[in-house]
Structure formats: C-alpha cells, structure tokens
C-alpha cells in the first residue's frame, strides 16, 4: 500500500514556505522528522502543515527560532505555553526598543557628522578620510 502525504514543496507552499525553511525546521527539531516514501521523498501531512504555519507566523511576529522551540517543547508537554509566550512577546518588545534606542542615537551621529562634514575642505591630510576620521 503506498504511503499518502504532501511533498515538501505541497507541504510548504500550503504554509506558506520555502521547502528550505521547512529543511531547517525540520533539521532544527521544530518538526518532527517527516516520513519517507517508498522512494525516500519527504512526506507531510495536514498536521506537519498546520505546525509548519504555527512556526511562519511565531517568526513573522519576530519570534526567534529557539523561542519558537520552547514554545512548541511546552506545548508537547502538555502545558498551555501562553505564559511562555507572553514572555517571549515582552523580551521581544524590550529587544526591540533597544535596537531603536541603538539606531536613533547612530542617525544623530549620522546627522551631526554629515553636517560636519559640508565644513570639511576635501583632500586635507588624512589617512583616508578626515570626515570618518574625526567622527
């Protein structure tokens, strides 16, 4: 009797993937190892694709693929991971605001050296540039 299931590429275009992503969730203990044709093919099925469409959206809200680890080895334990999860979301957030923190203050640095640097005769003695130089 042959074995029934969606290839990779069913299986990934139906969660909205590439067939690498689904290697490396796979590859990374996300998903369960798939099970094989005949043949050797991958073979999913309708639960592989929901857990796949699980992981693409953890990841669209920023999710990291470790997080996303715990939040499923919570899950198969038998525990709602909704704690977890509200955990993961406020890191994430926090991760996030100090990236913004870093990227203002490198855009006022930016700004202060770009305005310098109209200022700045070109071809002065420098190693290479006295703008990037004296910043």
């Not at 334990?77 to 977890?84: E, Q």
């Amino acid at each position: 009797m042959a074995m029934q299931g969606m290839t990779i590429g069913q299986a990934a275009k139906a969660a909205g993937l590439t067939r690498k992503a689904v290697r490396v969730y796979e590859a990374k203990g996300l998903l369960p190892p798939a099970e094989r044709s005949q043949a050797g093919y991958r073979l999913y099925s309708e639960d592989d694709v929901e857990l796949l469409t699980f992981i693409r959206r953890a990841r669209a809200l920023g999710l990291h693929l470790d997080d996303v680890g715990e939040v499923l080895h919570i899950r198969r334990g038998g525990t709602p991971p909704c704690d977890a999860v509200r955990n993961l979301l406020d890191a994430r957030i926090a991760e996030i605001d100090a990236t913004i923190t870093d990227l203002l203050a490198l855009r006022q640095a930016l700004a202060e050296t770009r305005r310098g640097a109209d200022d700045r005769p070109c071809g002065e003695p420098a190693t290479v540039c006295s703008i990037i130089e004296d910043a």
